[in-house]
């Protein structure tokens, strides 16, 4: 068993708070007459002002840049792609591998991207996958893997030794998390023994075939033996797809103790409104769909902050004593983030959160939370993020803390 030796460092420091005497009254007139200008329904900023939120914040959409990460061994082709989408690759210095770009430059039609030389990936979504501290030969679990990014670079991360699986409920963002592993040529090649599996999951069959499929199918069924269905790009990684209800079953720890995963992401399912570009998409979505998608508070008060907290106990349970679990949303709300991690931290005496190293060098401030980190908007460049990284005590640390 391999034991995570914890280091400790300083948190970044917390921004300087501006005191509304600082602000000039044109400062002030200007951000409200932006934020009006989003149109922002009522229904979505009665939960901002639940939820402490500046409405403000929205404004700041076309000035967070894109952000790109080249695949290692690909950085020679950096003066090439600026060519091709006539803009810099500025350097992310505080996240190695990563590239930020004007946010109104497109990279889909650039060879590197069609070649899979180069993908989108957040930076600061970049960042919760850096606390893991991934080493080549551990095996990593991305407990919500699709669409895939995290996954591609925790995949870039191991380089050739070690293992990665991506676990995702939704079938079709499997299948789009599929697609993306291959085109990045990671994890291997799809086999042959697999080619029924492959036909079911691809994202590529006839869109009247997958109208008429959710017609007749609102939940994922496992197979007739009862056991997930995964489609393997090699022999040491692969996609999982289980029914919610299978990601929360009893675990015996023992099983765990050994043999489990050395580190496990969970990028748990949020109300996304620290994505200020996802946000903006409701512009064209419908503001209606938001209020389904997002607000609905049936989804919202309980059952939301109720499958995140499974969702953690489920990846802790997978992981190996000594291992390490890093947490993330990209909410800005403390319902789905600190009170989450808080309450789980209260339940699990084998749970220590742990200083995220690198931390001291990223554009955020400390959470409620000490040892957690936030991503903001308006100061950080990136979405908003949350993060808390976890360690698994081996038992005799765990009974420590229980005397």
Excluded at 12 to 33: D, Q, T, Y
Excluded at 183 to 190: D, M, Q, R, W
Excluded at 336 to 350: C, R, Y
Aim: a neutral charge; one cysteine or more; aromatic letters at 8%.
């Amino acid at each position: 068993m391999s034991i995570y030796k914890a280091q400790t460092c300083l948190l970044c420091s917390p921004p300087a708070i501006l005191r509304p005497s600082a602000l000039s009254l044109s400062l002030i007139s200007i951000l409200m007459e932006e934020t009006s200008k989003l149109q922002l329904p009522e229904t979505f900023l009665s939960f901002l002002e639940a939820n402490g939120i500046d409405p403000s914040i929205y404004t700041h959409g076309d000035s967070i840049p894109r952000y790109v990460r080249l695949k290692p061994g690909f950085e020679y082709l950096s003066q090439e792609i600026e060519s091709e989408i006539s803009c810099k690759l500025e350097k992310v210095k505080w996240l190695p591998g990563f590239y930020s770009i004007p946010p109104d430059v497109h990279i889909a039609r650039s060879k590197a991207y069609q070649q899979g030389k180069m993908y989108g990936i957040d930076a600061a979504s970049g960042a919760a996958v850096s606390a893991l501290g991934i080493s080549p030969g551990d095996h990593v679990l991305d407990l919500c893997a699709a669409p895939g990014a995290k996954l591609c670079m925790m995949l870039d991360l191991l380089g050739e030794m070690g293992t990665a699986t991506g676990v995702d409920v939704a079938r079709h963002r499997l299948a789009a998390c599929r697609t993306m592993l291959q085109k990045y040529g990671l994890g291997g090649s799809f086999g042959d023994d697999h080619e029924d599996t492959f036909k079911q999951w691809t994202s590529r069959r006839p869109y009247k075939e997958r109208k008429q499929e959710a017609k007749t199918m609102n939940k994922f069924v496992l197979p007739q033996n009862g056991q997930p269905e995964i489609i393997f790009y090699g022999h040491s990684s692969g996609v999982v797809g289980l029914k919610k209800k299978e990601l929360y079953r009893s675990l015996d720890q023992k099983d765990y103790a050994y043999c489990g995963y050395d580190k496990v992401l969970v990028d748990a399912e949020c109300t996304h409104d620290g994505s200020i570009k996802h946000i903006q998409k409701f512009e064209q979505w419908g503001w209606n769909t938001l209020e389904r998608r997002v607000l609905d508070a049936e989804r919202t008060d309980r059952n939301l902050t109720a499958l995140q907290l499974n969702l953690l106990r489920n990846g802790f349970r997978l992981l190996k004593q000594g291992g390490t679990l890093v947490y993330s949303t990209c909410s800005l709300t403390l319902a789905q983030n600190e009170d989450v991690v808080d309450h789980f931290l209260a339940e699990s005496s084998s749970a220590e959160l742990q200083e995220i190293e690198t931390a001291k060098d990223w554009p955020c401030r400390s959470g409620r939370t000490p040892k957690t980190v936030r991503f903001e908007p308006s100061t950080s460049a990136t979405s908003g993020l949350f993060v808390a990284k976890i360690r698994k005590l081996p038992n005799k640390e765990a009974e420590k803390n229980v005397l």
